[in-house]
């Protein structure tokens, strides 16, 4: 079983729509919560990255965070065409492990 | 500050050539990662260094690799007797250990074993 577990979609919606992707994982140890977007053949980049239990705000993004479930959460509210990517989670405990990344396409 | 650099950007080899990819992280950080990415998958961790020291070493870095980081600076990951299951996106990413979550990634090297 790996250590993070992501549902790799693909997952397509209207403009407009929220847009809602999640991880779960196993180990206890990790500490921080990432979401990152990559772009094809590009390097993923940080969208968000929470501490604690709860819930974070930037912009039309907000990340969620249940660790007494192991249970992390990313929203995209009015989502545009330009939000069209892989999103990845990862967590940190010293290094970072990824989830396998879903591909959402937001359609025009 | 350019970001985390990678060079080069495409390598494309014949199965059985040493192959050499290089990392210029961001000046500041003093930790250094690399992961290697395949098609439909999350970043793999591989190594990591903190300044020059290599303090882990995935399960999944086979003796065919090698990485380095000379005066904590730049560093190189080198494949030697290249496979074809070696085709991937190699992936760098620095941080500050005093900034938790602050990693930044290159935009990687994709290998192509042919």
């Known amino acids: 079983q790996k250590e993070v577990e992501q549902d790799p979609g693909p997952l397509s919606v209207p403009e407009g729509a929220i847009v809602s992707l999640n991880c779960t994982y196993s180990?206890?140890?990790?500490?921080?919560f990432m979401w990152y977007r990559q772009y094809s053949r590009k390097g993923p980049e940080l969208l968000m990255y929470?501490?604690?239990?709860g819930n974070k705000e930037d912009g039309r993004f907000t990340a969620q965070v249940d660790k007494s479930s192991k249970y992390i959460s990313l929203f995209i509210r009015d989502s545009q065409p330009s939000d069209s990517a892989t999103y990845l989670c990862?967590?940190?405990?010293?290094?970072?492990?990824f989830g396998a990344g879903t591909t959402v396409t937001v359609r025009a | 500050d350019t970001g985390v650099s990678q060079d080069p950007r495409h390598k494309i080899t014949k199965r059985g050539q040493n192959v050499t990819f290089r990392c210029d992280p961001i000046?500041?950080?003093?930790?250094l990662y690399w992961y290697r990415q395949t098609l439909g998958q999350g970043p793999e961790f591989l190594t990591y260094?903190?300044?020059?020291?290599?303090?882990?070493k995935s399960r999944l870095l086979s003796d065919r690799f090698s990485a380095e980081r000379p005066k904590g600076s730049f560093s190189t990951l080198e494949i030697q007797r290249t496979e074809q299951g070696d085709s991937a996106m190699y992936l760098c990413?620095?941080?500050?250990?005093?900034?938790?979550?602050?990693?930044?990634f290159g935009s990687g090297t994709r290998l192509t074993v042919v």
């Open positions: 990862a967590m940190d405990d010293y290094k970072l492990s």
């Open positions: 260094f903190q300044n020059e020291a290599q303090l882990e």
């Open positions: 990413a620095s941080s500050h250990d005093r900034r938790p979550g602050g990693y930044t």
């Open positions: 000046s500041e950080h003093n930790r």
């Open positions: 929470t501490y604690s239990s």
């Open positions: 180990n206890s140890a990790f500490q921080y």
